[in-house]
């Protein structure tokens, strides 16, 4: 005899943590996207479609992001094969372990607003976007500390006699005095972004990390939206977890 299909009543409540995209603006501006992983679509999904949905038990934004969560009746996520010879660790998805809090800016935003926002934030880089929340580039510390020294340099030219200055300024061309002024994330921005999708394995973050020499990876969604970051350090603490302690002693 067939057992009774299962209802949503049937399935023990699941909280799954919900991720917050800040994205930073020109005057200060941001949007704020809220977004959950959903088990029945397979992606990720802004928070205020979980709200009409009848699995939904309720959703919880905390101002501080720590306990935000989306808690609904469903199927738990389907089980991944065990790897033959592999971490089983290193087999979960990178959405298991990505900043949950990601902080990215617009294309336009100033220069020195970029600073300001790796300041304040404690961050070394972040994403660039574009209006629909798609990676186009990325921007870190050693980007700022580069255009810095162009800056520099460009002062260090006023010094020099007028015939040598010249000639530097031709291999300078469309070069401007106050051109540092008026640049923006995007004249700046390091543009072949290299992103994951946020159901890819951690094996394949870390994989992708080593091959692009690069220390982070902007996790988007299905169609294409930033929705966490990974970075090397977050895989080493991710490693770290999975690793088995140190034996105890004996007697």
């Known amino acids: 005899m067939d057992s009774p299909a299962k209802t949503d009543a049937d399935f023990p409540p699941i909280a799954t943590q919900v991720h917050e995209q800040r994205i930073v603006g020109p005057a200060g501006a941001e949007d704020v996207h809220y977004t959950a992983w959903c088990t029945l679509k397979g992606q990720s999904v802004p928070v205020s479609s979980c709200v009409p949905c009848t699995q939904r038990e309720r959703v919880t934004i905390d101002p501080t992001g720590r306990r935000s969560e989306v808690v609904c009746r469903m199927p738990p996520p389907a089980a991944r094969p065990e790897p033959e010879g592999g971490a089983p660790w290193m087999q979960a998805p990178v959405s298991e372990l990505m900043t949950g809090r990601v902080i990215s800016v617009r294309t336009t935003l100033p220069v020195r607003a970029v600073l300001m926002v790796l300041v304040e934030h404690g961050i070394s880089g972040v994403p660039v976007v574009d209006a629909a929340g798609r990676p186009v580039g990325m921007v870190s510390i050693t980007d700022l500390l580069r255009e810095q020294y162009d800056q520099i340099e460009d002062e260090e030219d006023e010094l020099l006699p007028y015939f040598a200055r010249g000639a530097v300024q031709r291999h300078r061309a469309g070069a401007r005095p106050d051109a540092h002024l008026h640049l923006t994330a995007e004249d700046i921005m390091t543009p072949?972004?290299?992103?994951?999708?946020?159901?890819?394995?951690?094996?394949?973050?870390?994989?992708?990390?080593?091959?692009?020499?690069?220390?982070?990876?902007?996790?988007?969604?299905?169609?294409?939206?930033?929705?966490?970051?990974?970075?090397?350090?977050?895989?080493?603490?991710?490693?770290?977890?999975?690793?088995p302690g140190p034996a105890e002693e004996g007697p």
């Open 192 to 243: 072949s972004v290299f992103s994951i999708r946020e159901d890819a394995r951690v094996c394949d973050a870390a994989r992708e990390m080593a091959k692009r020499r690069v220390h982070r990876l902007p996790v988007v969604s299905r169609s294409g939206a930033v929705v966490g970051v990974v970075s090397a350090l977050d895989v080493t603490r991710w490693m770290a977890a999975g690793l």
